[in-house]
């Protein structure tokens, strides 16, 4: 018997926790949250700098990037006592693809009768 994610995202093949996890990962509004303006900045921003835009205490800034970092969606990088984090874009990208095709090739065309 296959595994249905191998089917969906072949891709990702013996990846599923993975990829289990990245979507656990997104499903959170502040972490989304977060995500957005780190696509927005382009670039890196410190833990501070990403709590100033988005109205949490560090700590929560904190958890909410450790566990972004767990499911690999982004990077930290550390200097002196400041962790900037960025936006680890091609691999979001390539599993948010392949679930799109995943769904694209399931849909039906759409079925509009015309009655006269």
């Not at 200097?79 to 693809?97: D, H, Q």
Request: charged residues 20%; hydrophobic residues 40%.
């Amino acid at each position: 018997m296959t595994n249905p994610l191998q089917a969906l995202w072949p891709c990702c093949a013996g990846e599923e926790s993975g990829t289990a996890e990245l979507f656990s990962a997104l499903a959170d509004p502040t972490r989304l949250i977060l995500l957005w303006r780190l696509l927005q900045a382009q670039g890196e921003l410190s833990v501070s700098e990403l709590s100033d835009c988005c109205g949490i205490h560090l700590s929560g800034v904190s958890r909410h990037l450790a566990q972004l970092r767990q499911a690999q969606i982004i990077d930290a990088r550390k200097e002196g006592r400041t962790v900037f984090y960025r936006l680890r874009a091609e691999p979001l990208a390539s599993t948010l693809t392949a679930l799109a095709e995943a769904v694209s090739s399931q849909a039906q065309p759409s079925e509009a009768t015309t009655e006269t």
